[in-house]
């Protein structure tokens, strides 16, 4: 008997550096933020986004800076709720790195 298995295209759990959604209602939104306020969405060795990535099903790029000077563009791919879910876990990641001090 000859078990073949057809693996899916999307490698491992899903929860690849570069998993993003695909099918009904996923849609791509870009947000611009400060420079200074990426290592807070990053975190330490991109812990915050990736937990940012699990814990909104998303797909989370942030393009690397061009130079210090520039805002950072941050690709968001879900759903409509879930790219709400993964602004509020990002603004969230902000506030408690910054300290509360009302920014953003």
Do not use: W
């Amino acid at each position: 008997h000859h078990h073949h298995h057809h693996h899916p295209p999307i490698s491992g759990s899903g929860y690849g550096p570069d998993f993003v959604p695909t099918g009904p209602g996923v849609t791509t939104q870009q947000v611009t933020i400060p420079n200074e306020l990426a290592g807070a969405i990053i975190g330490k060795g991109g812990e915050k986004i990736r937990q940012t990535r699990q814990q909104s099903n998303c797909g989370i790029k942030m393009d690397p800076s061009k130079d210090d000077l520039n805002d950072r563009i941050i690709t968001i791919t879900g759903t409509q709720e879930n790219i709400v879910v993964a602004q509020r876990l990002m603004q969230a990641n902000v506030r408690s790195a910054s300290g509360g001090d009302g920014r953003y």
